[in-house]
Structure formats: structure tokens, C-alpha cells
Nanobody
Framework: VQLQASGGGLVQAGGSLKLSCAAS????????MGWFRQAPGKEREFVAA???????YYASSAKGRFTISRDSPKNTVFLQMNSLKPEDTAVYYC????????????????????WGKGTQVTVSS
């Protein structure tokens, strides 16, 4: 199983980036797909998640600026990030989990089954 994140880069404050995460090795259409990020010296934090039925949940820091979406037939999840701020600078990690219950809320990184390697996002002021 592999999750390959891409789309990171250097952008000025106020700019946009779109991250992609391509999953392979199994079908992820029933999985929760999400994004976490980790800034230097800080813990990994939840950013956004999308359930197989289309429900989404965002961290307060991402709400209104970021949009998570998925293309299930292509096993791909996206994170459109707009109005980027310097504090968004971090390594962004794609995550997938087979949870199938009714919980809709922030994902807990220690419970995630699959991780991608991460892509660096740097926002300059």
C-alpha cells in the first residue's frame, strides 16, 4: 500500500496550492482520506478529512480556506489550499484509514493506518 503526496512548493502569502495524494495497492473508496501537517518543532496536526460518502471535516485553521475532495475511481484525494499564510508552512501528509463507523470529526494521527511520505509547503510573507 502506498500513498504518494505531491503538489507542495513555495508560495507567497495569499497564494494557493493544490495537493494531491494518489493511493495504490488497494481500493480506498471506502476509506477515510485525510491530510495532516507538521511544522518544525511541532506535533503533527489534523488538517482535513473526507469520508467515503462525501462528508468532510476541517480543522478550525483550515475551515473556509482549504477544500478537501476525492476522486474515488482514481484513488486520489486533493487538498485545495487558498489564502495561504506563513503559519501554514509545514510538511503535509496524506492519510488513509479503513474506519467505517459513524464518527465525523478530526482524525487522530496515532490511529491512522496508512501514511504518505509528505510534501513540503512553504509560505513566504
Amino acid at each position: 500500500v502506498q500513498l504518494q503526496a505531491s503538489g507542495g512548493g513555495l508560495v507567497q502569502a495569499g497564494g494557493s496550492l493544490k495537493l494531491s495524494c494518489a493511493a495504490s495497492g488497494r481500493t480506498f473508496s471506502t476509506y477515510i482520506m485525510g491530510w495532516f501537517r507538521q511544522a518544525p518543532g511541532k506535533e503533527r496536526e489534523f488538517v482535513a478529512a473526507i469520508w467515503s460518502g462525501g462528508d468532510t471535516y476541517y480543522a478550525s485553521s483550515a475551515k473556509g480556506r482549504f477544500t478537501i475532495s476525492r476522486d474515488s475511481p482514481k484513488n486520489t484525494v486533493f487538498l485545495q489550499m487558498n489564502s495561504l499564510k506563513p503559519e501554514d508552512t509545514a510538511v503535509y501528509y496524506c492519510a488513509a484509514d479503513p474506519y467505517s463507523g459513524s464518527y465525523i470529526g478530526p482524525l487522530i494521527w496515532s490511529l491512522i493506518h496508512y501514511w504518505g511520505k509528505g510534501t513540503q509547503v512553504t509560505v513566504s510573507s
